[in-house]
C-alpha cells in the first residue's frame, strides 16, 4: 500500500499490528477515525493509554483491577469460600455474563502445556495452592477449557489440592464444569467424546427440569 | 458482557465503536495490547491522536497531507497535467499502489446520489471546475466505482468540464477507466452489463498483449 501521507500511514500500521487485523482492515478503521470529531478520537486514544498503565492484576486471583485486590475479591457479598479456577481473564467475563456464579476467581494465566513449554512454574498454581492453604475454602470448581492440556492441569491440581486438604485435614470440594451437548445443539452432530461423556453423566430427569 | 474492572471496560468500549468491530472482538484487541509493553501501547495510542490532530486535507486534490498540499501534488516529478477524479482516499491509495498511474488527483468526497440526499454542492465538484478552468489540463480520467451513482457523477461532471472547456478555448481529453472482465476473472460468473461492454469495448490484440 502506498500512502501520500505518512500520519496515515503510521497510524495505519499501528492498526495492522493487532491480531486478526490486516492493512485493509486498519486503513477502514482510520479513515472512520479520520471522519470522527479531533475530541472523541483522543478521548479514544486516551482511555487505550491509560488503560494500559493504570490497569492492575488482583494479587488474589490475578484477574483484571483497577486497584490491588478486584472488585469480585473486594465484595463481601460473593462467597469467598468458593473459587473458580480458570485459565484467563476472558473466562471470567463469559461467567461473570452467565450471572450464574457468586464466588471468587483465581485466573491461571494458562494451562500446563509441554509442548508449548508451559509447565505449573509459569501459571499462578502456587498462588492457588497458598490460597487453599491459608483461606478456608469450601469448594473448588475447574472451568478450563475441555482438552488435553486442561484436563491436564485439572489433574494435576487435583493431586496438589487433596494433598494439601490432608495435610491441613480440611475436606475442599473439587469439582469441574458439567460437559456435554450445548444448549441449541444437535445429538447428530456432536463429537463421539462429548456425547459419550454426556451420556456417562446422564442427570435424573427431575433436576433437568428444576434447573433450567 | 460484565467486567470486573472500569478501565477494561471502557477501553472495550471504545474499541467496539470502531466499524465491524464488535465487543467480543474488542475484548480479544484490548486483552492483546494488556498483554504488551506499556511503551508500545502509549505509542499506539498517540500515534491514533496525533493521525487525528495533525492530518490535514490537500487544499488542491482534497487527498489526505501532513501539510497544506499533498505529497502528490507538490511532487514536481508527476504529471501535473493530468488528474484522476475518484471518490475516496481510499480509491487514491488503490490506485498508488499499482504503480501504474503518474498523474495527480482529485478527491470528490463521494459521488451524486439523490436517494441519500447527496448533490454537487456536497461533493468536492465546485473545485474541480475551479481547477479546469485555472489549471493547464491536459487529462481528465474518471475512475469511479461502476455503478448508478458513479456513471451519474461522471455523466454531470462530463458536462460541466465539456462547458469550462468551450467557454476558455481548452481542449481536456475525458476518460474513464476500462469496465471489464477482471484479471483472473472467469467469463461464466460475469455479469451480462460487464461482459456486455467488455465485448462493445474490445481491443486489439496488439494492444493487449503490449500492455501486459
Redesign the interface.
Known sequence: ????????E??VN??A?????GKK?A????????K?D?KE???????????????RFCQRCF????GDI???CANSMRKQDVICVVE???D??AI??T?QFNGTYHVLGGVISPLDGIGPDQLNIESLIHRAEKEEINELIFALNPNIQGDTTIYYLQKKLAAVASTHGRSIRITTIARGIAFGGELEYADEMTLGRSLQNRLPVENYVSRS
Chains 1, 2 share one sequence.
Open positions: 500500500m502506498q500512502f501520500s501521507s505518512s500520519l496515515l503510521n497510524a499501528e492498526f499490528k493487532l491480531p486478526g487485523i482492515t486503513l477502514r478503521l482510520v479513515l472512520h477515525l479520520l470522527q479531533s478520537v483522543g478521548h479514544f486514544s486516551e482511555v487505550i493509554a491509560r488503560m494500559r498503565k493504570e490497569i484477574n483484571v483491577a483497577d478486584c472488585s469480585i484467563s481473564i476472558r471470567v467475563i461473570e455474563s450471572q
